[in-house]
């Protein structure tokens, strides 16, 4: 049995960070020397800043996205097209799709994708939500990005027999984003093509 180097104050930060994605036990104890060296630079700023976004994170009640403002800021930029949403399965998504730049338009978070052999049906996503925006009858276009998985095709299709006999044009992006492939480890530049060659549904 491995003895004990360091006190459960450190044990209890490197077993935290060990649950952040991309970190495994031995970079979670890497990283957690390396903010103890840099105390003063490191850690007690970003202990700081993460009180603080404890404090003031909200989800957006709109589109689902994550800010310290409800509504969030895509939401109320007076320049986006909020006529067009694009519609992500995760955060992480969206923020890949803001980095690439291609679009000036509204979101919609879907907080994952239709997975019945994991339990997660329509009602565990923000379905309903799109729905009732749609509904509102200011949307012309819906483009679907979700990821081209096997779940984000079927929630693709079941948003769409959702929004049959809405007056709304739904597309998707082109399938220059690989099957199996996740948004977030895309490059800005195929983003950008596979927004602006987007098809019809």
């Known amino acids: 049995m491995a003895k004990r180097v360091t006190g459960p104050e450190i044990e209890k930060l490197i077993q935290l960070l060990a649950k952040v994605p991309g970190l495994g036990p031995r970079s979670a104890r890497r990283a957690a020397l390396h903010l103890i060296k840099k105390k003063e630079q490191l850690l007690g700023p970003l202990a700081g800043a993460m009180g603080e976004a404890y404090d003031k994170v909200r989800i957006c009640s709109c589109c689902g996205n994550v800010d310290t403002v409800d509504p969030c800021t895509v939401c109320t930029d007076p320049r986006r097209d909020a006529s067009v949403i694009i519609v992500v ?42 729905v009732d925006r749609v509904a ?16 984000g095709q079927a929630t693709a299709h079941y948003i769409t027999d959702r929004l049959e006999g809405f007056e709304v044009k739904i597309t998707r992006l082109a399938h220059g984003v690989p099957v199996g492939g996740e948004l977030d480890y895309l490059d800005e530049g ?12």
């Open 89 to 130: 399965e995760d955060v992480a998504d969206l923020w890949a799709l803001e980095r690439a730049g291609a679009m000036s338009a509204a979101y919609h978070v879907l907080g994952g994708t239709l997975s019945p052999l994991d339990g997660v049906g329509p009602d565990d996503l923000n379905i309903r939500g799109l």
């Open 136 to 151: 509102g009858g200011t949307v012309r276009e819906l483009i679907i990005a979700v990821n081209a998985t096997v779940e």
């Open 190 to 201: 195929t983003l950008t093509a596979a927004l602006r060659a987007r098809t019809a549904v």
